[in-house]
């Protein structure tokens, strides 16, 4: 994290961008905004994803080098987007780090009547649609053996392994009425 950090910081210092303590919005002054565009460097808060309780949950803040651009009645941010995530992953129930990191970033944000832009929301979207659909701790930062604990599986499951089998689920009575039905079909 801390190589990834520095190297954001040290190739926007030499492109002369825009570099700014860590902050909760990245705002742009588009009367500011020069035509040939400028470069914005620095970290939003981890707390600009708000992710629900149960979901990931941020370990860093975002870290971003972008150049940004306005063409038309759009502004485009392009450059380099990166923060660390606490996924749990899907086949060994284990917590494991993960950065998403997005090298080739590309954002296009419709400007409409402001003098002041908020990228903060775009910025926050472009990395939870690069969220892992399945996250395995095999894709962490730190790559984890990640394999199934065999107690768990139920087929071919022994008889010794002292874990219960938890109760049936209580059925859903919708269907009993169609349960009924067929039950009268199958009468003389």
């Known amino acids: 994290m801390v190589l990834c950090r520095s ?29 040939e565009g400028k470069s914005f460097a620095g970290e939003l808060t981890g707390e600009i994803f708000d992710l629900p309780e149960g979901d990931a949950r941020t370990v860093g803040p975002l870290e971003y080098d972008l150049r940004v651009q306005r063409l038309g009645s759009e502004l485009l941010l392009t450059g380099s987007l990166a923060a660390p995530f606490e996924f749990t992953c899907v086949r060994t129930l284990h917590p494991f780090i993960q950065t998403i990191r997005l090298d080739g970033a590309a954002i296009s ?80």
Request: a negative charge; one cysteine or more; aromatic letters at 4%.
């Open 109 to 188: 944000i419709e400007i409409g009547n402001e003098a002041e832009i908020d990228a903060t929301e775009a910025l926050r979207e472009e990395i939870l649609i690069h969220f892992p659909v399945d996250p395995r701790c095999e894709e962490g930062d730190v790559p984890q053996k990640c394999e199934i604990d065999p107690r768990y599986l139920s087929v071919d499951k022994p008889a010794a392994d002292a874990l219960p089998t938890p109760p049936r689920a209580a059925g859903d009575d919708r269907w009993s009425a169609l349960d009924t039905l067929k039950d009268l079909k199958d009468q003389p």
């Open 7 to 35: 190297f954001l910081w040290l190739g926007a210092a030499r492109r002369g961008a825009t570099i700014r303590a860590m902050q909760r919005h990245l705002k742009i002054d588009l009367a500011g905004l020069p035509e």
